[in-house]
């Protein structure tokens, strides 16, 4: 049995301590809200915090997760109003949104160790966040909006 | 300078590179020699044993050889790939830049988001091919190899300001028992290891730290 | 066109909730269960308005990121006068009575517009008058506005009239008038983007989300080479893997595959993690089958030897090879693009539920008519017993039209007794994808002693997507209009010919399909000759497009034009507005200063899916020794633009996708196996690659509305690799440019 906390909660999942933290969240509790795009960290679809860090849930072991925090996209915030969430919204960055739930958990774990980025911060930690629908140009500035950096 | 019992074993090592410093430049090479030589050459993927170097009458030179041959081990790729001087690490054979793009970070480690354990695990996955050691990290701009030779990784590797501040046996321990160092020779998915077993390379380190921790000379290649 | 009156279903799960943007609904069994409505008002199918006023809007097309979610409904709303915070929005199963479905070649607007727009006039007109009834007025002076009819001060709310309204008789298209543009208060300009709450909070719901009880996870050991098949397996180790449940051999199709399920051996099992393991467990000896040899390297050479022979003549004006012959100088280049994989970031996936001699489909299709044949087929159901729920797509690009996936969920939930998702992994997605056509082509231009083009002469080699669904290995005259035949050339000699090219791998359509190719090369070309004359590329462009005017079919020397199933006299090709797209690029981008300002410039244009766009790049060196985009510039006249601020997206977007291919390539075979399989090998443009900006003009227009989400991607591989041209005097005529570009 792995007992962890998932946005909160206290849970006890009897799994393979080998699965990735991404089937326990998605097949056994159901929180569907993070995706699988590669389970190679190669896309970032899959990130969660993981006691405040982020981590690729795609290949993060149960093991690893144990007596730990993590949180998902749907623990975030309490209805959607995280910055982020927020100048997501304004700026209009999703198109197809299957990316976006890992862009944002990534650019939230960026704020808040970094609450004034810089482009090249935006960029660097974002790196391994792939949008095949190319809305990198928004989620820059949404990123600045949710920081309060004003537009140039 | 030579209060503590760490310091002591700099004191020998400055010692031996004054002496080192005055002597004569050595001819030099890896090759094998006719007679009381380097023992002869094996494949690629192995290593020459410590023992085999007992050959090497000469003293300095034995210790000379012995590094030359552990470099065989740092300038692999497997090894090199995490020592860069940039500040991004290599991947793959052909040491081509890591994919995804990640940077260093303040504590070699990556930045946020892109942690190097954001993706790396504490073991390789196999399904997901991602190669994993416990605390996977890059080695410190000071301890860069990457387009070193021997002789400056030598320096490098017996400077207690370039090599975390360890002494010599510290050394051996640590390319004989680390676990991130053990990844070279276990890096799974079809990765090339580095030649040998880290069993063998431990020895080699430390054969070389009994024979005086000489460094190759500046052209020397194993 | 007949428009039916139809009761449909309204789901629960927080309808109670109303957004200023209309609250969404996907349809979900974890919302619970479909409600029957209230009695209301069914005009037709798309639209209907409860007795309590709400009003429900179904958007009948597959929403993959296009927005069609944010434009359908809001088209509908504006006709109808419908105040969208009153609106709630349903997605449209598949069903014959929506029309066409189909989710592709950028139709959504373009097809729908005027029946969309006729279905949201026809309830309008018919609340009219039943508000005209019981005031005794006359409905033309009456207003619908605010959801309610209007006369003078006096007003009663659209769900008021429903009762009233449900009794008249439903007015004919022809009878029923749409509004003037001046009144359609929303639309035409930015729309609020319907799903992004939705989206940001991880609460929309994509194909792979969607849970049954009692639900399996399959996943699929299929032939790593076309055409191969299942020679010998041992499911031992599988099915020892904890969780696995059932192996099951999926049967091998036979050619032309169309939409067939692939073949190979499905592993199922209650939790995702043990699928792959059970997989990654088995046995199997293939039998690679009659496509083992391919290897896209000599298969390149193979494409080069075909165009450098005569082909089967597709377009012809006057005499080529007699103007070749005295042309007093001949340019020739020979272009490559390689096969492109989708790579949509949501991996297919498909549930389906197989009892009681029912089906249940939940797939991110694009098609969802020809998904609902397929799980027909598949199953041996008919039609009717087969229901098919369109989730949210993760991208599409084409791939997600063919419902392959969809059968493989239909046949394993048949097999097993239970649910079924089917799982497409990421390398399975690499590997087996339906891949956009590779192509050759050789261009060869006559220039008399002005340097004025004289002669054109094309040949393109493509394996064509007919041979999917057929033993063939000719491109339709539907393909060639992608660029071959429709491109204007003001050029007194022209000649295009088809080339062969064999089919050795299923082959697909991808975001704006041929016309990638095409574009590349004529565009290429294009500058080519500019660069050989000394002259502004921008200058030659506009030289070889010529004057403005209508383009005919004589002109063209062909008899007749798909044009992408629009007819010419709605949709001309008009060199005006091509025209006005290169000047309106290049006037942003300050082409004309660029050397002054020390920038390097490429430019491109191409009309696609009724569409103009012109595509102006900046590139520079980066640090680390490559080259990078930093700014562009597109110029687009789409017609009739009916959500302006989704469009200025599919734009943005389709640079960053144009980029992908064109610095990080496409898939390659040996031996018959895709050799990438994962975005370490098959890589995409990331954030760091993308450029500081990119300008978007969309024209004022209100013309018939073009294609929006394909007609961007064409012309960015071309002006990239003209900019890249001028910056290092390389010319890349092989995509990707970074395996030929000498740092």
Same mark, same amino acid.
């Given at each position: 049995?792995?007992?962890?906390?998932?946005?909160?909660?206290?849970?006890? $999942?009897? %799994? =393979?301590p080998?699965? &990735? #933290?991404?089937? @326990?969240?998605?097949?056994?509790?159901?929180?569907?809200?993070?995706?699988?795009?590669?389970?190679?960290?190669?896309?970032?679809?899959?990130?969660?915090?993981?006691?405040?860090?982020?981590?690729r849930?795609?290949?993060?072991?149960?093991r690893?997760?144990?007596?730990?925090?993590?949180?998902t996209?749907?623990? $975030?915030? %309490? =209805?959607?109003?995280h &910055? #982020?969430?927020? @100048?997501?919204?304004?700026?209009?960055?999703?198109?197809?949104?299957?990316?976006?739930?890992?862009?944002?958990?990534?650019?939230?774990?960026?704020?808040?160790?970094?609450?004034?980025?810089?482009d090249?911060?935006?960029?660097?930690?974002?790196?391994?966040?792939?949008?095949?629908?190319?809305?990198?140009?928004?989620?820059?500035?949404?990123?600045?909006?949710?920081?309060?950096i004003?537009?140039? | 300078?030579?209060?503590r019992?760490e310091?002591r074993?700099?004191?020998?090592?400055?010692?031996?590179?004054?002496?080192?410093?005055?002597?004569?430049?050595?001819?030099?090479?890896?090759?094998?020699?006719?007679?009381?030589?380097?023992?002869?050459?094996?494949?690629?993927?192995?290593?020459?044993?410590?023992?085999?170097?007992?050959?090497?009458?000469?003293?300095?030179?034995?210790?000379?050889?012995?590094?030359?041959?552990?470099?065989r081990?740092?300038?692999?790729?497997?090894?090199v790939?995490?020592?860069?001087?940039?500040?991004?690490?290599?991947?793959?054979m052909?040491?081509?830049?890591?994919?995804?793009?990640?940077?260093?970070?303040?504590?070699?480690?990556?930045?946020?988001?892109?942690?190097?354990?954001?993706?790396?695990?504490?073991?390789?996955?196999?399904?997901?091919?991602?190669?994993?050691?416990?605390?996977?990290?890059?080695?410190?701009?000071?301890?860069?190899?990457?387009?070193?030779?021997?002789?400056?990784?030598?320096e490098?590797?017996?400077d207690?300001?370039?090599?975390?501040?360890?002494?010599l046996?510290?050394?051996?321990?640590?390319?004989?028992?680390?676990?991130?160092?053990?990844?070279?020779?276990?890096?799974?998915?079809?990765?090339?290891?580095?030649?040998?077993?880290?069993?063998?390379?431990?020895?080699?380190?430390?054969?070389?730290?009994?024979?005086?921790?000489?460094?190759?000379?500046?052209?020397?290649r194993? | 066109?007949?428009?039916?009156?139809?009761r449909?279903?309204?789901?629960?799960?927080?309808?109670?909730?109303?957004?200023?943007?209309?609250?969404?609904?996907?349809?979900?069994?974890?919302?619970?269960?479909?409600?029957?409505?209230?009695?209301g008002?069914?005009?037709?199918v798309?639209?209907?308005?409860?007795?309590?006023g709400?009003?429900?809007?179904?958007?009948?097309?597959?929403?993959?990121?296009?927005?069609?979610?944010?434009?359908?409904?809001?088209?509908?709303?504006?006709?109808?006068?419908?105040?969208?915070?009153?609106?709630?929005?349903?997605?449209?199963?598949?069903?014959?009575?929506?029309?066409?479905?189909?989710?592709?070649?950028?139709?959504?607007?373009?097809?729908?517009?005027?029946?969309?727009?006729?279905?949201?006039?026809?309830?309008?007109?018919?609340?009219?008058?039943?508000?005209a009834?019981?005031?005794?007025?006359?409905?033309?002076?009456?207003?619908?506005?605010?959801h309610?009819?209007?006369?003078?001060?006096?007003?009663?709310?659209?769900?008021?009239?429903?009762?009233?309204?449900?009794?008249?008789?439903?007015?004919?298209?022809?009878?029923?008038?749409?509004?003037?543009?001046?009144?359609?208060?929303?639309?035409?300009?930015?729309?609020?983007?319907?799903?992004?709450?939705a989206?940001?909070?991880?609460?929309?719901?994509?194909?792979?989300?969607?849970?049954?009880?009692?639900?399996?996870?399959?996943?699929?050991?299929?032939?790593?080479?076309?055409?191969?098949?299942?020679?010998?397996?041992?499911?031992?180790?599988?099915?020892?893997?904890?969780?696995?449940?059932?192996?099951?051999?999926?049967?091998?199709?036979?050619?032309?595959?169309?939409?067939?399920?692939?073949?190979?051996?499905?592993?199922?099992?209650?939790?995702?993690?043990?699928?792959?393991?059970?997989?990654?467990?088995?046995?199997?000896?293939?039998?690679?089958?009659?496509?083992?040899e391919?290897?896209?390297?000599?298969?390149?050479?193979?494409?080069?030897?075909?165009?450098?022979?005569?082909?089967?003549?597709?377009?012809?004006?006057?005499?080529?090879?007699?103007?070749?012959?005295?042309?007093?100088?001949v340019?020739?280049?020979?272009?490559?693009?390689?096969?492109?994989?989708?790579?949509?970031?949501?991996?297919?996936?498909?549930?389906?539920?197989v009892?009681?001699?029912?089906?249940?489909?939940?797939?991110?299709?694009?098609?969802?008519q020809?998904?609902?044949?397929?799980?027909?087929?598949?199953?041996?159901?008919?039609?009717?017993?087969?229901?098919?729920?369109?989730?949210?797509?993760?991208?599409?690009?084409?791939?997600?039209?063919?419902?392959?996936?969809?059968?493989?969920?239909?046949?394993?939930?048949?097999?097993?007794?239970?649910?079924?998702?089917?799982?497409?992994?990421?390398?399975?997605?690499?590997?087996?994808?339906?891949?956009?056509?590779?192509?050759?082509?050789?261009?060869?231009?006559?220039?008399?002693?002005?340097?004025?083009?004289?002669?054109?002469?094309?040949?393109?080699?493509?394996?064509?997507?007919?041979?999917?669904?057929?033993?063939?290995?000719?491109?339709?005259?539907?393909?060639?209009?992608?660029?071959?035949?429709?491109?204007?050339?003001?050029?007194?000699?022209?000649?295009?010919?088809?080339?062969?090219?064999?089919?050795?791998?299923?082959?697909?359509?991808?975001?704006?399909?041929?016309?990638?190719?095409?574009?590349?090369?004529v565009?290429?070309?294009?500058?080519?000759?500019?660069?050989?004359?000394?002259?502004?590329?921008?200058?030659?462009?506009?030289?070889?497009?010529?004057?403005?005017?209508?383009?005919?079919?004589?002109?063209?020397?062909?008899d007749?034009?798909?044009?992408?199933?629009?007819?010419?006299?709605?949709?001309?090709?008009?060199?005006?507005?091509?025209?006005?797209?290169?000047?309106?690029?290049?006037?942003?981008?300050?082409w004309?200063?660029?050397?002054?300002?020390?920038?390097?410039?490429?430019?491109?244009?191409?009309?696609?899916?009724?569409?103009?766009?012109?595509v102006?790049?900046?590139?520079?060196?980066?640090?680390?020794?490559?080259?990078?985009?930093?700014?562009?510039?597109?110029?687009?006249?789409?017609g009739?633009?009916?959500?302006?601020?989704?469009?200025?997206?599919?734009?943005?977007?389709?640079?960053?996708?144009?980029?992908?291919?064109?610095?990080?390539?496409?898939?390659?075979?040996?031996?018959?196996?895709?050799?990438?399989?994962?975005?370490?090998d098959?890589?995409l443009?990331?954030?760091?690659?993308a450029?500081?900006?990119?300008?978007?003009?969309?024209?004022?227009?209100?013309?018939?509305?073009?294609?929006?989400?394909?007609?961007?991607?064409?012309?960015?591989?071309?002006?990239?690799?003209?900019?890249v041209?001028?910056?290092?005097?390389?010319?890349?005529?092989?995509?990707?440019?970074?395996?030929?570009l000498?740092t």
């Amino acid at each position: 049995m792995i007992k962890l906390k998932v946005n909160g909660a206290v849970r006890e $999942l009897d %799994v =393979d301590p080998e699965m &990735p #933290l991404l089937w @326990a969240l998605r097949d056994v509790l159901g929180l569907t809200g993070t995706k699988y795009g590669c389970g190679q960290a190669q896309c970032g679809a899959c990130s969660v915090h993981l006691d405040g860090e982020v981590v690729r849930s795609c290949v993060t072991p149960m093991r690893r997760a144990a007596g730990r925090e993590v949180t998902t996209i749907e623990g $975030l915030s %309490v =209805d959607g109003n995280h &910055p #982020l969430q927020r @100048a997501w919204c304004e700026l209009a960055v999703p198109q197809c949104g299957f990316c976006q739930a890992g862009q944002i958990m990534t650019a939230a774990a960026l704020l808040a160790s970094n609450p004034k980025p810089s482009d090249t911060d935006i960029e660097r930690s974002l790196a391994g966040n792939l949008c095949r629908c190319g809305t990198y140009l928004r989620i820059r500035a949404a990123v600045k909006k949710a920081a309060g950096i004003p537009e140039e | 300078m030579c209060h503590r019992r760490e310091a002591r074993g700099r004191c020998a090592l400055v010692i031996a590179l004054v002496a080192l410093a005055c002597g004569c430049t050595r001819r030099e090479s890896g090759e094998a020699r006719k007679g009381g030589g380097s023992p002869p050459q094996v494949p690629a993927g192995e290593l020459r044993s410590a023992e085999s170097f007992a050959q090497i009458g000469d003293r300095a030179e034995r210790s000379r050889a012995l590094f030359a041959e552990a470099s065989r081990v740092f300038l692999h790729p497997r090894c090199v790939n995490c020592h860069p001087d940039g500040d991004t690490p290599h991947q793959g054979m052909d040491q081509s830049v890591h994919d995804p793009p990640v940077v260093r970070g303040p504590d070699d480690k990556g930045v946020v988001g892109v942690q190097c354990t954001s993706c790396h695990q504490d073991h390789n996955l196999e399904l997901a091919r991602v190669p994993g050691a416990p605390q996977w990290h890059l080695a410190p701009r000071v301890m860069a190899w990457v387009g070193k030779s021997p002789h400056a990784i030598c320096e490098q590797m017996k400077d207690p300001a370039r090599n975390g501040g360890r002494a010599l046996a510290q050394i051996v321990e640590h390319n004989a028992h680390d676990p991130l160092v053990a990844w070279g020779w276990n890096p799974g998915h079809d990765r090339e290891p580095a030649p040998g077993t880290q069993e063998q390379l431990g020895r080699l380190i430390a054969a070389w730290v009994e024979s005086g921790a000489e460094c190759p000379s500046e052209g020397a290649r194993p | 066109m007949a428009i039916t009156r139809r009761r449909f279903l309204e789901y629960s799960g927080g309808l109670a909730l109303a957004f200023a943007a209309g609250r969404v609904l996907a349809v979900d069994p974890r919302n619970g269960k479909p409600k029957r409505t209230t009695s209301g008002f069914d005009p037709n199918v798309f639209v209907h308005v409860a007795t309590d006023g709400l009003v429900t809007l179904v958007c009948a097309r597959s929403e993959m990121g296009q927005g069609v979610r944010s434009t359908i409904p809001a088209l509908l709303a504006d006709e109808l006068g419908a105040d969208m915070a009153r609106v709630t929005i349903v997605q449209g199963d598949a069903d014959k009575r929506y029309g066409d479905q189909k989710t592709d070649g950028s139709t959504s607007i373009r097809n729908g517009y005027e029946p969309l727009r006729k279905a949201g006039a026809t309830a309008r007109t018919m609340l009219v008058a039943a508000a005209a009834r019981r005031w005794k007025v006359s409905p033309a002076s009456c207003v619908a506005r605010d959801h309610a009819v209007f006369h003078g001060k006096r007003s009663l709310g659209f769900g008021e009239l429903a009762a009233e309204a449900a009794k008249l008789p439903v007015p004919p298209p022809e009878e029923v008038k749409l509004r003037p543009r001046s009144e359609m208060r929303h639309v035409f300009k930015d729309l609020p983007l319907i799903d992004g709450p939705a989206i940001v909070a991880g609460k929309a719901t994509f194909g792979a989300d969607v849970r049954l009880p009692g639900m399996l996870v399959a996943v699929i050991a299929r032939p790593p080479v076309v055409g191969g098949r299942v020679s010998r397996y041992d499911a031992k180790r599988a099915l020892a893997i904890p969780g696995v449940k059932r192996v099951v051999e999926i049967p091998t199709p036979k050619p032309p595959y169309a939409f067939q399920p692939w073949g190979g051996i499905a592993v199922l099992a209650d939790n995702t993690w043990a699928a792959l393991r059970g997989r990654a467990a088995l046995e199997i000896e293939w039998d690679e089958g009659p496509n083992a040899e391919y290897d896209s390297d000599r298969y390149r050479i193979t494409l080069s030897e075909s165009v450098h022979a005569p082909g089967s003549l597709a377009r012809n004006t006057g005499d080529v090879d007699a103007a070749l012959s005295k042309a007093a100088r001949v340019i020739e280049a020979e272009y490559h693009v390689p096969h492109l994989a989708h790579v949509t970031m949501e991996p297919p996936a498909a549930i389906a539920r197989v009892e009681g001699g029912k089906c249940e489909v939940w797939a991110p299709t694009q098609y969802p008519q020809e998904a609902r044949t397929q799980a027909a087929t598949t199953t041996g159901l008919s039609e009717n017993d087969v229901q098919v729920h369109v989730t949210f797509l993760g991208g599409a690009f084409g791939r997600k039209a063919k419902s392959d996936f969809v059968a493989e969920a239909a046949f394993l939930a048949r097999e097993a007794g239970r649910p079924v998702r089917i799982q497409w992994a990421r390398e399975d997605d690499v590997r087996h994808d339906y891949y956009n056509a590779v192509n050759t082509q050789l261009l060869t231009a006559g220039l008399d002693e002005r340097g004025k083009v004289v002669a054109w002469r094309l040949r393109t080699a493509f394996p064509p997507i007919s041979s999917t669904f057929k033993p063939t290995n000719q491109p339709s005259a539907d393909d060639l209009q992608q660029g071959i035949t429709d491109r204007p050339l003001a050029v007194p000699n022209v000649r295009a010919e088809t080339c062969r090219a064999d089919v050795h791998v299923r082959i697909g359509w991808l975001r704006s399909v041929y016309n990638i190719f095409h574009a590349f090369s004529v565009n290429s070309f294009i500058d080519e000759i500019a660069h050989a004359r000394g002259e502004d590329p921008r200058a030659v462009q506009l030289e070889i497009l010529g004057p403005d005017r209508i383009v005919t079919l004589a002109e063209l020397g062909v008899d007749k034009l798909s044009n992408y199933g629009d007819s010419l006299e709605k949709h001309p090709i008009d060199t005006g507005r091509w025209r006005r797209v290169i000047e309106r690029a290049s006037e942003m981008a300050r082409w004309d200063k660029r050397r002054a300002d020390g920038r390097v410039l490429g430019l491109a244009a191409h009309r696609s899916f009724l569409t103009y766009v012109a595509v102006v790049v900046s590139v520079v060196r980066n640090g680390a020794g490559g080259i990078a985009v930093d700014e562009a510039w597109l110029a687009t006249d789409a017609g009739t633009v009916v959500n302006l601020e989704r469009a200025r997206a599919q734009m943005e977007g389709a640079v960053i996708f144009g980029m992908s291919h064109t610095f990080h390539g496409g898939a390659t075979m040996k031996r018959g196996v895709t050799e990438q399989s994962s975005f370490a090998d098959y890589r995409l443009v990331r954030i760091g690659e993308a450029p500081r900006r990119i300008h978007v003009d969309i024209a004022t227009s209100d013309g018939p509305p073009g294609g929006i989400g394909e007609p961007g991607v064409p012309p960015v591989a071309p002006a990239i690799a003209n900019a890249v041209f001028v910056l290092t005097g390389q010319r890349i005529r092989e995509l990707p440019l970074t395996l030929r570009l000498v740092t």
